[in-house]
T-cell receptor
Framework: DTAVSQTPKYLVTQMGNDKSIKCEQNLGHDTMYWYKQDSKKFLKIMFSYNNKELIINETVPNRFSPKSPDKAHLNLHINSLELGDSAVYFC???????????????FGPGTRLTVL | QQQVKQSPQSLIVQKGGISIINCAYENTAFDYFPWYQQFPGKGPALLIAIRPDVSEKKEGRFTISFNKSAKQFSLHIMDSQPGDSATYFCAASMLGFGNEKLTFGTGTRLTIIP
């Protein structure tokens, strides 16, 4: 009964390739997020979606395109991968502020992306 | 710019001792301050959180102290155990539609030695 799941867990690819990371939550949350954790473990928000609508885009290069087919899924597609994209990417979800419920963000296990 | 500053970067504490991690923030609009715990190879998990209307919150061995005027908050782990060895992140956010993203501190690697 995984709450927030991500696939794949590891992704190794060549520079210039296009890749996708999938995220699913079974918590009934309305809001989903993508965070990037760099080699120094610094965590930074990339995107946030609420009910399939983009609400936060933190000046991420447009090579990164999130897609939310429904409110339980938020996928991350990355075009023309660069060496600097190597990091661990975390998906998270929460009820969202409009729900009046807990503000806790629940994180997935992460996807370690290595660009060679 | 780094909106949430965290210290120390690493901390070694003897088993049974008190671990203290400090954070300072700049944006006075922040109104939610969680602490996350991350084990190697895992995602961050919420440990404890506080709102600025209280100065302290305690859950078991974990306590957040909050000083609104100084714009500082800290995590205290009492009776620290080897199982507490992990990386700890403070964070801050503004609870309001469109502003609920977490701004994280830089993390503290805590090691509890027997």
């Amino acid at each position: 009964d995984t709450a927030v799941s991500q696939t794949p867990k590891y992704l190794v690819t060549q520079m210039g390739n296009d890749k996708s990371i999938k995220c699913e939550q079974n918590l009934g949350h309305d809001t989903m997020y993508w965070y990037k954790q760099d080699s120094k473990k610094f965590l930074k928000i990339m995107f946030s979606y609420n009910n399939k609508e983009l609400i936060i885009n933190e000046t991420v290069p447009n090579r990164f395109s999130p897609k939310s087919p429904d409110k339980a899924h938020l996928n991350l597609h990355i075009n023309s991968l660069e060496l600097g994209d190597s990091a661990v990417y975390f998906c998270a979800s929460s009820h969202g502020p409009a729900s009046g419920k807990s503000d806790t963000q629940y994180f997935g296990p992460g996807t370690r992306l290595t660009v060679l | 710019q780094q909106q949430v500053k965290q210290s120390p970067q690493s901390l070694i504490v003897q088993k049974g001792g008190i671990s203290i991690i400090n954070c300072a923030y700049e944006n006075t609009a922040f109104d939610y301050f969680p602490w996350y715990q991350q084990f190697p190879g895992k995602g961050p998990a919420l440990l404890i959180a506080i709102r600025p209307d209280v100065s302290e919150k305690k859950e078991g061995r974990f306590t957040i102290s909050f000083n609104k005027s100084a714009k500082q908050f800290s995590l205290h782990i009492m009776d620290s155990q080897p199982g507490d060895s992990a990386t700890y992140f403070c964070a801050a956010s503004m609870l309001g539609f469109g502003n609920e993203k977490l701004t994280f501190g830089t993390g503290t690697r805590l090691t509890i030695i027997p």
